[in-house]
């Protein structure tokens, strides 16, 4: 498959790479899709990329630090994370300007937590504490929605990955500094 991707990469086909990294049952194939579009510039590949270094399985862990360690991969990912930067300061000043003109402004986030994180059990009935939400940060956020992460496969078995839990906050006027948190 690693010749059809590269052949995909020379035609600058980011559709159907991104086809492979959401269909493939191959997580090698996956990561191989994934290293590929962060070549081509795409950060939905460096986002796939960064999500399976926090796996749970050590084969699909190794590959992405390998991968995320190469120096071409290492230029673009600072390129992709520099355009994101500017990207959300314009945000950012946009919002500031609908706060000072009493205008609503909301935050959103998406945190991931890897599948261990939520395998606890409330045997006592008091609620299961995810510490990897209070470590965040998120007094006064609410979540808006949970997603299981797709079925990734890894080699011989399919293991869910995690979730992402989606999160809302809605700023006053007095909470601009925020924004720079968000």
């Known amino acids: 498959m690693k010749s059809a991707i590269n052949d995909l990469v020379t035609m600058r086909d980011i559709e159907s790479l991104l086809e492979i990294l959401n269909e493939s049952e191959d997580w090698m194939d996956q990561m ?3 290293e590929a579009l962060v070549r081509l510039g795409d950060r939905r590949g460096l ?3 960064l999500v399976a270094r926090q796996s749970d399985i050590e084969d699909l862990l190794e590959i992405a630090k390998e991968i995320l360690a190469d120096p071409e991969i290492k230029r673009m990912r600072a390129q992709i994370e ?13 919002a500031r300007v609908r706060l000072k003109s009493g205008k609503r402004v909301f935050l959103h986030k998406v945190v991931y937590l890897a599948a261990g994180a939520l395998m ?23 979540v808006v929605n949970v997603v299981p992460r797709r079925q990734m496969t890894g080699p011989g078995e399919n293991l869910s990955a995690g979730v992402f839990v989606f999160l809302k906050k809605e700023l ?6 925020e924004l720079e948190k968000g």
């Open 32 to 34: 191989d899709a994934a």
């Open 47 to 49: 986002e796939y990329l």
């Open 82 to 94: 520099a355009e994101q930067r500017f990207a959300n300061q314009k945000l950012v000043e946009a």
């Open 120 to 142: 606890q059990e409330d045997d006592d009935g008091a609620g299961v504490q995810v510490y990897e939400l209070n470590d965040a940060g998120l007094e006064g956020w609410e």
């Open 172 to 177: 006053g006027p007095d909470e601009a500094a």
